[in-house]
C-alpha cells in the first residue's frame, strides 16, 4: 500500500473514514456507469461485464435504464466479509501496521479500538 494511502487511512476516526469512502464511490458513479453502459449498447468486444464492489449501490444501479443488464446482489454476514478482508490483505503475513489498517475495516470480534 502507498505511503499517502496508508496514512490517509492510519489518521481518520472511523466516521471520517465511512464519509471519505463514500465521496470516493460518488466520484466512481460516472465511470462506472459508463462503462455499464458502453458494454451493455456494444462497445465492439463483443463479451460480457460482471461488476463486483462495494461502491456498487443498488439504489445508483436500480435506475439505470440500459437495456441487456440485470443486477444481482449476494450478501454475506461480517464474518464472511472480514474472513475475505484478511485473507486478501493476506493478514497472515501482514506487518502490524499492515494488520491495524486491514482492522480499520473489519475489526476482529475481540479489536475494539475502533468501536
Do not use: C, Q
Amino acid at each position: 500500500m502507498p505511503v499517502h494511502v496508508a496514512e490517509h487511512y492510519r489518521s481518520l476516526a472511523v466516521d471520517e473514514l465511512i464519509t471519505s469512502v463514500l465521496d470516493h464511490y460518488e466520484r466512481l458513479w460516472a465511470r462506472i456507469e459508463e462503462l455499464i453502459t458502453a458494454r451493455a449498447t456494444g462497445d465492439g468486444t463483443g463479451s460480457g461485464l460482471v461488476l463486483e464492489g462495494a461502491a456498487l449501490w443498488p439504489v445508483r444501479v436500480a435506475k439505470l435504464t440500459v437495456s441487456n443488464t440485470a443486477a444481482v446482489w449476494l450478501t454475506a454476514d461480517n464474518a464472511v466479509l472480514r474472513a475475505r478482508v484478511h485473507r486478501a490483505g493476506r493478514r497472515e503475513e501482514a506487518t502490524g501496521e499492515e494488520r491495524y489498517l486491514m482492522e480499520g475495516f473489519w475489526p476482529a470480534p475481540s479489536d475494539t479500538r475502533r468501536s
